[in-house]
């Protein structure tokens, strides 16, 4: 028993041994054919590396077609669509225009045909009352063609918005834009049969302070006369006092004390004096003074003589003055020249403070004026060194009201700077003839308030040089127009200035009053 069981776990054993012996063939076999696979190169990896080629071909097509059809949208973004905008927005401008022009004669016949309608329902009235006279017949058709004529006026042009902000100073009266001059022509229309009627400009009285410069200006307080002579050897001009004529009296006794200054400006510090010639009204001097001034320096000089009297208790009181610009008037100087002069009137002697020189030029098209500031020349000295500091103030003023003031650089420590700036200010044409400009030379000061040296206007409102200065660059459009003009005190220009615009407003030419002042 016991032998068959071993005999029986012998041979289970020996088939369990086959068994696995034939299971680690197999393995051993298997390992052996993928050792096989990995060494030789096979047919799988050649179709993988042709996918992986192609697979890369498609992507790389797919991104141009992209990048083509991106090309082409932002070609038909830019190009096409604004093309096609503009060739159909130019139609509808046409097809508009067309339409407007013939809405515009639609209206113009009916407006034709409602006047003619109406005319001949006015006649049909006049036919069946004979109480109408023909008289108011005709008077109704002007009026019904004054209408229509005043409805197919056109609009004015927008203005430029340059001079927005210049109107934006402007007076209410002084938006000229904004009349209807059309409503306005049958009113003014004065009629000649309007007896008994008041005509309040007849009443208006001027103003005193207007005709007190004028009439002072042109009062003459005699005569003088004097000689002239240059020697070119000794470069010297003698100035020969002879005589006064007619001078008026002074003193209660009916006489005065006259005598002489006399200066070559702009040099003030060099001046020569008369004898005082006691109780006389027609004085005879024969006195000669020299003057060494190089010939050259001669168009440049101003003779200046003041008539004073003389008066021992008090100050002594001015008759009057005579200022000749021209030297060369008379003759060329080489022999001596006897003159005769009238003594304008004037109440305190004259100190010359010197000239500016600039140039005016205005675009009508572009509403623009340009001030140039060339120089100055013979300037007040205003500071202890003999020199000054200047530099020009240029105000453009409406109606009394300064609106904008620019101006030049500072010269250091001269009294004849040149300068060669423009200023510019952008005017509309309409309002060209209601602004000024003043002109102010400064004297710059570093401790407390710059002074004024000088002043000079120029504008329609003006006198003298700056009124004729003004229209001549008005006459001249888009053309430079230079000038030299003397300087004046500020208290003399703003009474003339004054007394202009008392006359210019009691003419009438502004109706409306001025506005209140800000607070």
Known sequence: MQMCFCTLEVSILQCSARVLHAQLTSWEEDDAQCQLLKLSPGPVDSVLSELSISLLAVIVIVCGLALVAVFLFLFWKLCWVPWRNKA??????????????SKENMADKLKDVGAVSFLEAAVKISHTSPDIPAEVQMSMKDHIMRRTRIQR?????ASSTRHISFKRH????????SVDYGMEAPAVAEQPTSIGRIKPELYKQKSVDSEDPKKEASKTCGKINFTLKYDYETETLTVRILRAFDLPAKDFCGSSDPYVKIYLLPDRKRKFQTRVH????????????????????????????SVFDFDRFSRH??????????????????????IWKDIQY???????????MFSLCYLPTAGRLTLTVIKCRNLKAMDITGYSDPYVKVSLLCDGRRLKKKKTTIKKNTLNPTYNEAIIFDIPPENMDQVSLL????????????????VCRVGVNAEGLGRDHWNEMLAYPRKPIAHWHPLVEVKKSLKEWHGRAASFDSQGSCPSPRPPPTP
Do not use: W
């Open 278 to 305: 006691r109780k006389t009204l027609n004085p005879t001097f024969d006195e000669s003074f020299h003057f060494p001034v190089p010939h050259e320096e001669l168009v440049s000089r101003k003779l200046h003589l």
């Open 439 to 454: 002109i102010s030379v400064m004297d710059y000061d570093r401790v407390g308030h710059n002074e004024i040296i000088g």
């Open 317 to 338: 009181d001015m008759i009057g003055e005579v200022i000749l610009e021209n030297l060369f008037e008379a003759s060329d100087l080489s022999q001596e020249t006897s």
């Open 153 to 157: 006026q056109t609009t004015e042009p």
């Open 346 to 356: 004037a109440t305190t002697e004259s100190v010359d403070l010197g000239e500016i």
């Open 170 to 177: 402007l007076p209410r009266q002084m938006h000229v834009s």
């Open 88 to 101: 159909i927005s130019s139609t509808l401008a046409v097809l508009q225009g067309e339409a407007g022009c």
